[in-house]
């Protein structure tokens, strides 16, 4: 931490982590890789401040609590539209198919985010975009399984969820979308200058990337993003089961073809039960597993780092509590 | 680093260290404190992002390297002047003092950089700027020595140098700056969005800003910033002594009013020796002594955490040094 970022003991690490997203992810040249600093929220801002101006809009797909943000921060910048909901009766249960997206041909972008971790929500699919950039915050499932680079004009994710701790963000940025950025703004509001000077424009949060360098070692040693697809797959099925199984007394909201690998959220038939689920689960020694405070219920957060075993131990606790309380 | 930013362990950390900055320096009531991501160069764009508009100029005084970086990312959003300057033909050797800048009493902020790393001068007194809000860079001398807050619109400084690690910068504002914020901007680049939401608008570098804490309550056992001004003043004293003691064997061209406390910068009259000084201080355990590559010769950068033992070590150091090559 007392390094100069530098250094040639830093620069080493840089290059590491840079390089382990491109492999791992498989990213062409025709995109480049960025660690800036901040996270999900600070890439909500920089991009139509980067992409937006007086005589473009951008498109935003709104399938949650996330993405309503990205879209209210645009709002603040420039002209947005909305090319796409989740939302039903008033809830956010399910993401809309690409058929169901009215893009703007015109539009600077559109933005989507990949998986919603408060509803339980995701995209298994890549919509069509046709000409235009397609924008994906990707903070909750990055690294959770093999992606087509090719098909995204910008990824981006904060690192917190599957990566490494919170205050460093990647972006995957396609070359000629950094050619269109803002040139009113200070280069450290600018993606092509971070770009440019190989994410090192000013002192990145050096620590932090040493740990996603860690964290990505890690993930290659597991096998990479497929074999975290096999196991994250694995550790969904097995909590959807058992909840399908349960004759109603777990129930999910979520339409079947939306639902997330990564967020496991359901409720129990009683809700006055939950919070003696999330009590005895505590006891058990199965944290965290209280809803999103906008949605209720429980949430199982089963990110990479969750093992196919601490999945087994909850789904056999849901099965156990059933017996003593259904 | 893995616990939730919205849950009571992080809560704890987050208010002790806004708390450990107010009490350290005496924030009074009139100012605010933040903790965002980012560093200094992240302020350079957000303070005019912030307070420029197309009516509004920002005066700037230029003493080195970091004061024009701040400068040039305000010209890259709107009209700024130049109110001073620390350049003697060509090198930044001094700060100017208060009567010798002109600023416009119309200006929406006057900005400085009150210690230059890389060339060794430091500003030892706070200009008055009249009804214009002083707006301060004191990334490499906060927390050296006690202040008078109240003289100051804005003050930030990246944890980097005195605080901790790279990748969160503490800001001291004035609320009524807040009020002027530009409302055209997305949340996350507004100061006053963040002072609303007590710097958790989004999820905050949790471990630096632990680390922070830890710093902030190390520097209290210390003493204080009282202690630390006299630590650093002694410590100071010894290596100009020495310089000044050497007949010219070592000689700063700084002027020895705007001598830093924290940065002490020189040369060797013979700039030779200068690689073979570095070399052999490395040898002897005294590292990190090369001089800011803008800049060369040698600097010795003694932030508080650098012992007055340390700095003895280098004394004696240079001393023997001289007795042999001299």
Redesign the interface.
Known sequence: ?EL??RGPEYREVHEQALERVRSLLDVPRSHEVLFL??????M??LL??NLLSTTTSADYVNTGIWSTKAYE??R??GPVRVAGTGEVNGQFIRVPTAAELSIDPQAAYVHLTSNNTAVGTQFHEVPACGEVPLVVDMSSDIMSKPLDISRFGIIYA?A?KNLG????VIVIVKHDILERCS???????RLAAHARANSL????????VY?TRNVLDWLKDQGGVSAMEMRNRKKARRLYETIDASGGFYYSAVEKTSRSVMNIVFRLSSTKLEPVFIERAAQAGLI?LKGHRAVGGIRASIYNVISVEGVERLAQFMNEFMRIYG
């Open positions: 931490m100069s970022h600093q901040g996270g999900a929220t600070g909500f801002g139509p401040l921060a645009a603040q910048v904060g917190q701790p919170s205050g460093v040139q009113k703004l200070p280069d450290i509001f424009l000013h002192t990145p949060p050096t620590f932090a740990l965290g």
